[in-house]
Nanobody, 123 residues
């Protein structure tokens, strides 16, 4: 599975961005997809995830109510709508795909990773 993330950029605090992650290759093996982020000097952390077949979603507490993850009908593209952005949301955002069920908040559950897209939120 190959993942291509896009949609990052510079936005003022309170603004919105939408990230997109397009999957290609053996996507039929994909059980779920997720977004993680890594700020400078910090570890990569979970942001949101979705189970492709059921549409069940998961969110980190820090983004609940502000971010929304969704997938298209073909289940090959996952979006992350980010609203009410804060400076602390600044990070490189990575999309990832996992072939099995399991804890969607754990990095180890994901076998495939995109290249990352930078989100910068200015105060």
């Amino acid at each position: 599975v190959q993942l291509q993330a896009s949609g990052g950029g510079l936005v003022q605090a309170g603004g919105s961005l939408r990230l997109s992650c397009a999957a290609s290759g053996r996507t039929y093996n994909t059980y779920g997809m997720g977004w993680f982020r890594q700020a400078a000097g910090r570890e990569r952390e979970f942001v949101a995830a979705i189970t492709l077949s059921s549409g069940t979603t998961y969110y980190a507490d820090s983004v609940k109510g502000r971010f929304t993850i969704s997938r298209d009908n073909a289940q090959t593209t996952v979006l992350l709508q980010m609203n009410s952005l804060k400076p602390e949301d600044t990070a490189v955002y990575y999309c990832a795909a996992r072939p099995y069920s399991g804890n969607p908040e754990r990095l180890i559950a994901y076998d495939f990773w995109g290249q990352g897209t930078l989100v910068t939120v200015s105060s």
